[in-house]
């Protein structure tokens, strides 16, 4: 297999580096009069004869020019444009592989403003905002906004999704100023229609104080600006479809806009394992642009069970300013959400202690069967206002507060049969449980942020702000209020095959109740260099636990189960930090870098109360942590080349031990296993932690990226389980580990764009990450001490020809190795590898007629089990009527058959592998109708 991934890496290095080789045109803008470049200006290409520009660029700070990838063999001509200059325009015609170089091109101020021609360019600078001009760019009839930005220079919409503008990421998108229809991009770029488009705009979103102390630290957003009329919308789809095996699907969603107004309703049901979890899962799945391979609402062939869904929402949004600004928004938003989910599981697996001893007997097994029938409703409610200062004249803030309402009903019905094959415990255990619990809780957050204000100074150097003006405020409140009610009745049937005597069935009831609060508040306050952070939490939990058990043939309590109890946890945590500049240096149009030195010095003050009818769960801890924090953080930018940075920190923390560890409740329904907790109190876990991550953009549309994490930490006075097999059971103890533990974890990724040719894109991620670290185990009283190691790879791959044609590629392979350090033999040693290969396409045959398919290959290989799978899927669609929006879909699920339900589970000490039931082969037609209008 190491064969066959190296000969994969180095075809695929191979083909990258075929593409350097590149048709190119550059030059030079220079002031005719005054002998500077020009920055900003822009560079059009058209082809003679067309209104429509086929390239676009702008001039950087230099006044140079460089198009990748330039048409050849036709006849075109090349246009420069600069407010206040005569525009220039040159033609020229290449041949193939043929670069060209206009050198340096003269550009001639106007004398007056009647011989300026008042006509937008296709892209120009308005102050620092980026537009490019919608019209400017002619696409097909049906083309939406993901379509346009593929077309505009420094935009590149990689094959999972993620936007980019010159090597920087673009995460969030509005459109007119504000949210659209929810947090997900694809909704906005996949449904606007290119011709309501007035204009795309692309700045940076922080604020002017920001900006101020790190100028090159930029955070993009893009703005969509609609025509007038066209917020008026409607888009949304309808579908179902049925398949063999009684198979079935449906959803639709309506979203409509209307002046400041947005609305969502939306409907889904399946039994096919889409798991739906939000109305924005279902918008983004369901865009109007249909070519695509990373749809997250598919089957999931990996899912246990058999998932039945019906989920019906709707959202609400009122933009309460109207006044379409991007830096000044003022939002309310309400979504409300109801589910409904039935779910038959089966499952059966065998876990195998790793242990040098107890060769022959070593592994306990168990079979499970489940059937969940549950009802979830949500609301969330969300106000929020927030404006940034453009200048620095007045300082910027926000505000919000939000509320989030749950609400559920669930019961489930379940079997279950426990067998242990233990040197000291040879047994098996039945259970049958049947479970009805009612849930509500309420989420609440409240922010509000109010920045520093920009230092001004007069030329003798003293401030001319008032000290209020220099004070930043930061104050949160958030938490959760909630209860639940449960009731569960249980039937154990236990059987020891060495011990008859110690035979039991069981026969109980449990009632319980429970009424929950978590609360926190946060209080920052900067000035200058310092800061002061306060953080108060709040905990109280009231548990009231009735059990009834079968005896002689009355339901009598049982006292060593039924309790009542209360938990109370106090936190607070004040800090102080120092932030200072070691370095800073800014030279305009050629670099800007810096050192940073931040501190802190926070302490933790912990108080654990609890209380129970139980007397050995009574309990009080107090602990006090002191939390020193240091960081170096570095930054250098190149400008219009590439930008760097580099941070080391240094923390110290602690954990602290929770009651149920120390002292848990023991239900012998199930005998095999015994939990107790430990024999004393504990210590907390101190941890060291040391970080050292970075990155490294390059400034340009096609660019690289580079990040890197590396950590280190050592745990000090470290929790373990403690394994002793004695009499008929398992028993499991709480210990501390006086020797210290390690651990060591690393990150990397490396991201590119190569433009191919035109039109032609290819995106490449990859990722490796690992770590190693030191556990401590006990078996019987003799401490194991397991080396663990975590080795993962990944690469993906997609390549893009406009939406004609989406090819991509995933890679996973990882690996997981435990050796036991004080073994005499390697007969306790253990590695696992797993290796997921998938291929994806999506071919566009005609404007109306699609295919795509996917295969998918899993491979597990361990030192007790192999297993593999080779899932295929394919799908074709065809789309009718003038606009493309009524869709057919004929889909062929699992084509091979070849999908299991098989599992397993790496662990310290322990490994797990099993078999379930999960979704097989079935073919399905569908039907799917998209309305769409923009404007009245």
């Known amino acids: 297999m190491r064969q066959k991934i190296i000969l994969f890496l180095m075809f695929i290095m191979g083909m990258i580096g075929t593409i350097h080789a590149q048709t190119k045109i550059q030059g030079t803008l220079i002031d005719s009069t005054y002998n500077r470049v020009l920055e900003a200006a822009t560079v059009s290409i058209y082809e003679n004869g067309k209104k429509s520009v086929d390239q676009v660029s702008l001039t950087d700070r230099y006044g140079k020019f460089l198009i990748e990838k330039p048409t050849v063999g036709k006849p075109m001509y090349i246009e420069f444009s600069l407010q206040g200059y005569k525009k220039v325009k040159i033609d020229y015609q290449l041949a193939t592989n043929e670069s060209k170089d206009f050198g340096k091109i003269n550009m001639i101020q106007v004398e007056n403003e009647i011989e300026v021609v008042d006509l937008i360019p296709p892209v120009r600078m308005n102050g620092d905002t980026i537009e490019f001009n919608a019209d400017a760019f002619q ?23 993620e936007v980019t503008y010159n090597g920087r990421t673009v995460p969030t998108i509005l459109v007119n100023g504000k949210p659209f229809f929810g947090s997900d991009m694809a909704i906005a770029l996949q449904n606007i229609d290119k011709k309501a488009v007035d204009k795309l705009q692309v ?29 008026n919308m409607m888009f949304g789809s309808i579908g179902a479809g049925y398949g063999t095996d009684d198979r079935y699907q449906g959803n639709m969603n309506l979203n409509k806009s209307f002046g400041k107004s947005q609305a969502t309703v939306a409907y889904s049901v399946n039994n096919i394992n889409k798991n739906l979890s939000s109305v924005d899962q279902l918008l983004r799945n369901t865009t109007f642009k249909g070519i695509g391979v990373n ?15 019906h989920v019906i929402g709707a959202r609400y949004q009122y933009d309460l300013s109207g006044n379409n600004q991007t830096n000044n928004q003022h939002n309310f938003q309400g979504n409300v959400n109801a589910r409904w989910e039935k779910n038959l ?18 592994s306990r097994s168990s079979k499970s069967n489940a059937e969940y029938d549950s009802r979830h409703q949500t609301g969330n409610f969300k106000y929020s206002r927030r404006k940034n200062s453009s200048n620095g004249e007045e300082r910027s803030f926000n505000y919000s507060a939000d509320i989030n309402l749950r609400n559920s009903h669930s019961e489930s019905i379940s079997s279950n049969l426990y067998l242990y094959d233990y040197l000291e415990n040879q047994s098996s255990n039945s259970l049958e449980n049947s479970n009805t619990s009612l849930n509500s809780a309420m989420d609440f957050n409240l922010r509000y942020n109010l920045n520093q204000k920009w230092k001004v100074k007069d030329g003798d150097g003293k401030s001319l702000n008032k000290t209020f003006d220099l004070i930043g405020f930061d104050f949160g409140l958030w938490g959760s209020v909630g209860s639940s009610n449960g009731e569960n009745f249980m039937l154990g049937n236990y059987e020891n095959f060495t011990d008859p005597e110690l035979n039991k069935e069981s026969n109980r009831s449990y009632n319980s109740s429970n009424d929950s609060k978590d609360i926190s508040a946060d209080m920052n306050l900067s000035y200058d260099k310092f800061g002061l952070k306060q953080r108060l939490n709040y905990k109280k939990s009231d548990f009231d636990q009735v059990v009834n058990e079968l005896f002689a043939g009355d339901m009598i309590e049982n006292g060593s189960l039924t309790h009542v109890s209360s938990s109370n946890q106090l936190e607070y945590e004040p800090t102080l930090t120092y932030n200072t500049s070691l370095q800073s240096k800014y030279l305009n149009g050629r670099y800007s870098k810096s050192i940073s030195l931040n501190l802190s010095m926070g302490a933790r003050f912990f108080r654990d109360d609890q209380t129970s009818t139980l007397d050995y769960r009574n309990l009080l801890q107090n602990f006090t942590t002191f939390k020193p924090n240091i960081s170096l953080n570095q930054s250098f930018s190149r400008m219009g080349k590439y930008y760097l940075s580099n941070a080391l920190s240094y923390n110290y923390n602690e954990e602290y031990p929770s ?64 394994l002793v097999f004695e009499g008929p059971e398992q028993q499991v103890y709480t210990s501390q580990v006086p020797q210290s533990q390690h651990l060591v974890s690393y990150y990397l990724s490396f991201d590119k764009p190569f433009l191919l040719k035109k039109d ?130 004929v889909a062929a699920l699992d084509l091979l058959k ?39």
């Open 295 to 309: 749809a997250d609402f598919e089957s999931d062939f990996q899912r246990q069970g058999i998932l039945n869904q």
């Open 203 to 231: 700045y940076d979103k922080r604020t002017f104080e920001e900006k101020q102390k790190e100028p090159e630290n930029k955070q993009m957003e893009m703005n969509v600006v609609l025509k007038r009329g066209k917020e």
């Open 760 to 889: 032609h894109t290819l995106t490449l991620n990859v990722s490796n990450n690992g770590s190693w670290g030191n556990k401590y185990q006990y078996v019987d009283d003799f401490m194991q001490e397991m080396i663990n190691r975590n080795l993962s790879f990944q690469m993906n791959m997609n390549y893009t020809f406009l939406n004609k044609l989406q090819v991509a590629m995933k890679n996973n392979f990882g690996i997981y190795s435990r050796t036991d350090k004080k073994a005499e033999n390697s007969n306790n040693d253990y590695t696992s590898k797993n290796w997921t290969l998938g291929l994806a396409t999506a071919y566009m045959l005609t404007k109306r007629w699609t295919i795509n398919t996917s295969l998918d290959n899993r491979t597990n290989f361990s030192k007790f089990q192999d297993n593999k799978a080779l899932i295929w899927n394919a799908n074709m669609t065809y789309r009718m009527l003038k606009g493309n929006n009524l869709e057919v879909k």
């Open 659 to 722: 009651l149920d560890r120390l002292r848990p409740i023991y239900d012998d329904i199930n005998p095999g296993i015994r939990y107790y907790g430990s024999r004393y109190l504990l210590k907390a876990t101190g941890v060291h932690a040391f970080s050292l991550n970075g990155n490294y953009n390059e400034m340009k549309q096609y660019s690289a990226r580079f990040n890197y994490n590396v950590n280190y930490r050592i745990y000090k006075d470290g929790l373990t389980d403690s």
């Open 139 to 161: 696409l097909d009839s049906n083309a939406v906004v993901e379509d346009l930005l593929q077309k505009l220079p420094g935009m590149v919409v990689w094959g999972d999704g």
């Open 345 to 362: 599981q089966e499952n059966e697996s065998q876990t195998i202690l790793l242990t040098s001893e107890s060769t022959d007997h070593n």
């Open 898 to 936: 070849q999908n299991k339900g098989f599992y397993f589970y790496d662990s310290v000490t322990e490994f797990t592998s099993g078999t379930r039931n999960i979704l097989t082969q079935y073919y399905m037609v569908s039907l799917s109708y998209m309305p769409r209008k923009f404007g009245k």
